[in-house]
């Protein structure tokens, strides 16, 4: 893969990415919630840049080998993950495939029973960051450990 375009050099629209981050580093989202939809957005569109940050991110922040080994199998590992998460991870799974007809009203009514609507709203914000991120990070062929 040869290598592309550093997309600071868009330094406006980088800055704007900038803010999503600092953002969603404001919000009440715990640590934990946030590096679970980086770490499955980015297994769904194979961005091995995002994956092998946001899971060296995670084990900082404490969380275990195990999980994110299984994370991508969560289904078949529920006992793992509290059922927030659970909902939190159909959340990710559905936006990040849009095509695949988006957040379901039963997951988003799901995800009531958990979370208040601005929650709900920084939820949705996290997973449609790192799908940006993603996409940037594959389209400039971004390698693992650059930067």
């Known amino acids: ?17 900038l803010e999503l981050e600092t ?8 640590k934990t919630l ?6 499955r ?4 569109n194979s961005c091995a840049y995002c994956i092998d940050m946001h899971t060296k991110d995670a084990l900082k922040n404490g969380e275990t080998n ?3 080994f299984l994370l991508s199998a969560w289904k078949e590992a529920k006992y793992l993950f509290t059922e927030e998460e659970q909902t939190v991870l159909t959340m990710t799974e559905e936006i990040t495939l849009i095509h695949k007809n988006g957040l ?3 997951t988003y009514q799901k995800a ?3 979370f208040t609507e601005e929650q709900i709203a920084q939820i949705i914000m996290a997973i449609v960051t790192i799908n940006a991120w993603n996409r940037i990070a594959v389209s400039t062929h971004l390698q693992v450990g650059e930067f």
Request: charged residues 25%; aromatic residues 6%.
């Open 34 to 39: 946030k590096e679970l939809i980086k770490i």
């Open 104 to 106: 379901s009203d039963e």
């Open 23 to 30: 953002y969603l580093a404001s919000t009440a989202l715990s």
């Open 66 to 68: 195990q999980r994110i």
């Open 1 to 17: 893969m040869s290598k592309r375009i550093n997309i600071s050099t868009a330094p406006q629209a980088y800055k704007a990415m």
């Open 112 to 114: 009531t029973e958990f």
């Open 41 to 44: 957005a980015s297994q769904i």
